[in-house]
DNA sequence: TCCGATACGGCTAAATTTAGCCCTACTTGA
DNA sequence: TCAAGTAGGGCTAAATTTAGCCGTATCGGA
């Protein structure tokens, strides 16, 4: 059983100097801690998470999830059952991350009112 | 005075659901952690900070800093003397970040060990 | 006067990430 | 037998971010 997964050839070089560095190489990607989040809440099954994240795309949902398990993040169960059946769950490695992620939502929630109208008009681009 | 700063015109909407999203959205940005370090610990100047970051071309770091201006998470003084001068400094807004940004960089140390070959193989976007 | 340093913007192309459509395969229930 | 739900990959195009080159202007020193 072999196992063909295209991957795409990054070109420039990965940064990885500073923790901080480190933490959003996992971390980035639209969705990802929304996947971690629900997993952490229970939320295991990949239709599950489909509908709890509706914005998002189910494509990108599962190419995030794989990026996740590649990272170490998160498992991914298959239970060769009748209606096949999938679930994920976080890694004791994917558990640390819970602390932080929780600092950093605080830290965004407590300023959110200072934040929503600055990110709504400014873009991350200034050109 | 008029001013005019062609700005890159968003067409997918920014996402505010969660804290860590608002926090991801002024953190985003290659260099952006690294430019806040820097005026952190003291490294004001344009130029200064060019040298601290030299990987960075300047024309990214010119365009993170202003981000950052606007995002209210540091100041631009510009001395009208002689030699023109410009300084950049964290707002008390900018401060509240540092301890985030330790709790997520200590995050990132711990598990370096775990991580770099992780991150250096697989990539953000498997497909 | 020419070189280097200060500080900055315009512009194009490359790299990377997301969006969104289509298709496969299997199973269950109507 | 058809519809719906399970899970997931291929593919193209759009959106977004970075890289990198060129040009402006001022000042100070050799």
Redesign the pocket.
Known sequence: MTY???M??????VELECGLHLFMEVI????KINLIWCIYKGIK????L??QIP??????L?????QLVAQGIIV?T?FEQ??????YELTAFGETLIPVIVVTAQWGETHRQILEPLLQST???V?
Chains 1, 2 share one sequence.
Do not use: F, M
């Not at 914005?55 to 990108?60: Q, T, V």
């Open positions: 063909l997964c295209k795409y050839e990054r070109k420039l070089p980035n990607g639209k969705w099954r990949p239709g599950e489909h509908r914005k998002a795309s189910r494509r990108l599962d190419t995030q999830l794989k991914k298959i009748k209606p096949l059946k999938v679930e873009t991350t681009t050109k």
